[in-house]
């Protein structure tokens, strides 16, 4: 009876603090990749561009808690990254054949590099911010995007913020692709914990090829390069010209998505 009960309470506990949805496409024969959204996307957008990938891969793709209907408030990077390991443990034997992140996405490959618990393959961070920025900036942030959500108002201030990630006015489109249903809670916890996510010293213990792609116009990028580069073993670099942040994913998807499989391609034949 008292095993029983254990094993009840076992189940109910990790379903409990279980909160992450996971959506797979693609054929199940195909390798498996991991694809991270960026801070308060729609995952359904991450996917609608990254679908050509399709072809070649089976897409594990999940949504952070807080960022999809019917989901309990954001926890941490390190709850996400915790739940990313036992998915992957659970269903893909532990490791996967390479992982995306653009933007906040490159952040949870750093963070999931760091505690080294999964196999991840071949990894590519495109635009990866972990350039510490500090409470203050992640506060004024948090506040400007809650205005934003609730009102459909831009504040005066997210101008400021486009033109540091080298964006342009035309370019506020891009917020069609965030998740507006999340709630002021889940936004200030999601938004502290990147704003003041620093880079710890074990990622180093961590072999895995890392591609670092940026565009030219992204200061933060640059100097989140410059952090990992003191850590990391085996990395590649690249600076695109003329781009601001996400622009090569979202203003580029196809070329994104080839450069991406052949990214994957190339370097797991020269594995072998």
Request: proline letters at 3%.
């Amino acid at each position: 009876m008292n095993e029983a009960f254990n094993a009840f309470f076992l189940i109910f506990a990790v379903f409990k603090r279980s909160y992450m949805l996971f959506t797979e496409f693609g054929n199940i024969a195909n390798p498996p990749i991991l694809l991270l959204h960026g801070m308060m996307q729609d995952w359904h957008t991450e996917y609608e561009m990254l679908k050509p990938l399709e072809e070649h891969y089976r897409l594990i793709i999940p949504a952070q808690d807080g960022f999809y209907d019917g989901s309990k408030d954001f926890t941490s990077f390190a709850d996400q990254a915790r739940q990313i390991e036992e998915y992957i443990h659970r269903n893909h034997g532990g490791k996967v054949s390479g992982a995306y992140g653009c933007s906040q996405g490159g952040l949870m490959l750093t963070e999931l590099l760091t505690r080294n618990r999964i196999g991840l393959g071949t990894v590519i961070m495109d635009g990866c911010y972990v350039a510490h920025q500090g409470k203050v900036s992640g506060w004024v942030t948090y506040k400007m995007f809650c205005r934003f959500k609730n009102t459909g108002k831009f504040p005066v201030l997210i101008m400021l913020m486009m033109k540091l990630m080298g964006l342009k006015a035309e370019d506020l489109g891009m917020m069609n692709s965030l998740y507006m249903d999340a709630s002021d809670e889940t936004v200030r916890r999601n938004f502290m914990e990147n704003y003041t996510y620093r880079t710890r010293p074990e990622i180093a213990l961590n072999e895995t090829i890392v591609h670092m792609w940026c565009g030219s116009k992204e200061p933060y990028a640059i100097k989140s390069h410059k952090i990992l580069k003191k850590y990391l073993k085996n990395y590649r670099e690249e600076i695109m010209e003329g781009l601001g942040h996400g622009e090569f994913l979202t203003k580029h998807s196809e070329d994104c998505c080839g450069k991406i499989h052949s990214t994957l391609t190339q370097t797991n034949v020269s594995e072998k």
